[in-house]
């Protein structure tokens, strides 16, 4: 605003002194143009350092605000990234905690699973252990199956021992029945072709003979 009245200022005194200076020429002349002149150029000079001055004000009102500027920038830069790095280490501590809480739950979970493995181990282990028993139970019963088949073979092997054992299965097999020796049926009684093992006596006279001896391919 003082600029702009020394501008006005300068303005009236300019006009003045050309005013005065053609006053001068009606009244001097030769005289009175020069001393315009010297009036003129004082005049543009004192135009001059006023524009220098209003230049040099501008430009240290630009710097002054580009450095209040640039002040303030920084200050919410500062402020934004303590913000940032306060919220950034809540963030942290609560990552922090979730992690640790998984951890503590994967840890008792590895627990729980390395327990689970220990109890499946020793439970695998006592049913190998019947296991075990179950098949030694088993070949003890095979070998005493294989016994009693090579006995039954060596037995059967012998015509007067499958004779024997023929008949007495048949004797198991008539007890059963209710049948009576002597009654019934008789042993060994010989007839015109021979002597069956077993007669058995039918109504009206008849009789049924048997032999209980068998070919060993049969």
């Not at 020394?6 to 303005?11: A, D, H, M, N, P």
């Not at 729980?112 to 019963?141: H, P, T």
């Not at 029945?177 to 007669?199: C, M, Q, S």
């Amino acid at each position: 605003m003082g600029i702009l009245i020394g501008l006005v200022v300068g303005v009236a005194g300019v006009a003045a002194v050309l005013r005065r200076r053609r006053a001068l020429e009606v009244a001097a002349g030769s005289t009175a143009d020069y001393v315009a002149g010297q009036v003129a150029g004082e005049v543009a000079e004192q135009v001059r350092r006023l524009a220098d001055e209003q230049r040099r004000d501008a430009e240290a009102s630009r710097d002054a605000a580009i450095t209040a500027a640039l002040d303030q920038l920084m200050t919410s830069g500062r402020a934004l990234m303590d913000t940032e790095r306060e919220l950034a280490g809540r963030e942290l501590e609560g990552k922090k905690g979730l992690i640790d809480q998984q951890l503590a739950a994967m840890h008792t979970e590895l627990a729980r699973m390395g327990e689970l493995v220990r109890e499946l181990e020793a439970d695998r282990g006592r049913k190998f252990g019947e296991l075990a028993q179950a098949l030694d139970a088993q070949r003890a019963d095979m070998a005493r199956l294989a016994e009693t088949t090579q006995g039954l073979r060596q037995a059967l092997s012998s015509t007067k021992a499958r004779g024997q054992w023929g008949e007495r299965m048949a004797e198991d097999v008539l007890r059963l029945a209710g049948f009576l020796e002597g009654v019934n049926y008789h042993k060994e009684r010989a007839i015109d072709t021979g002597i069956p093992d077993f007669t058995f006596l039918l109504p009206d006279g008849l009789s049924l003979h048997m032999d209980v001896k068998f070919p060993l391919d049969n």
